[in-house]
């Protein structure tokens, strides 16, 4: 059976559990489950994509919850089980890390937090240490409903990167 197929087939709640390892906004994963059956892997990402433009602030700050500090392996490990995997994968730019870029990340993650009332979200796949401390860096100016907008985009781009490994398994 396709991973589509099981998505499109699986009982309501065990749909919402596969969809909330790719996105923490239960408005959303209750919409992705209704949108069902889906066509084929475009339709779903479409549909998500969709699904996310009609989300707001109360979506995004639950979803952003759902997500480790950048760098932040011991909560990776214990809080985010079920997507730990993926997040260590996204992540993985932060392994063998100089101490100074990982201090860096952990200063900057506290300051974010304070600055913005939210974890630093970015969507590391690919991405180095040093790139995400450089972004991280340059985020804490903008305007906090700027930020806020930019952290939803970061979203939507790790729920799409995520859609595509559930449905590549």
Not at 130 to 138: D, I, K, S, T, V
Request: hydrophobic fraction near 40%; charge should be negative; aromatic fraction near 8%.
């Amino acid at each position: 059976m396709s991973a589509l197929t099981r998505l499109n087939t699986l009982a309501p709640e065990a749909a919402k559990e596969e969809l909330l390892r790719c996105c923490g906004s239960a408005r959303w994963v209750e919409a992705m489950v209704r949108a069902r059956p889906y066509r084929d892997v475009e339709h779903v990402l479409a549909e998500a994509g969709w699904l996310w433009e009609q989300t707001g602030p109360d979506d995004w700050h639950e979803a952003f919850k759902h997500h480790p500090r950048i760098g932040g392996v011991d909560s990776l490990r214990a809080k985010f089980a079920s997507t730990a995997t993926w997040s260590s994968q996204e992540q993985g730019g932060v392994s063998g890390a100089a101490e100074a870029v990982l201090q860096g990340l952990a200063d900057g993650n506290k300051a974010y937090e304070e600055r913005f009332g939210f974890i630093f979200l970015v969507c590391a796949t690919g991405k180095s240490a040093e790139e995400m401390l450089g972004l991280l860096r340059a985020r804490l100016g903008n305007a906090p409903d700027d930020e806020l907008r930019i952290a939803a985009g970061e979203q939507a781009k790790i729920t799409r990167i995520r859609l595509e490994k559930l449905l590549a398994s």
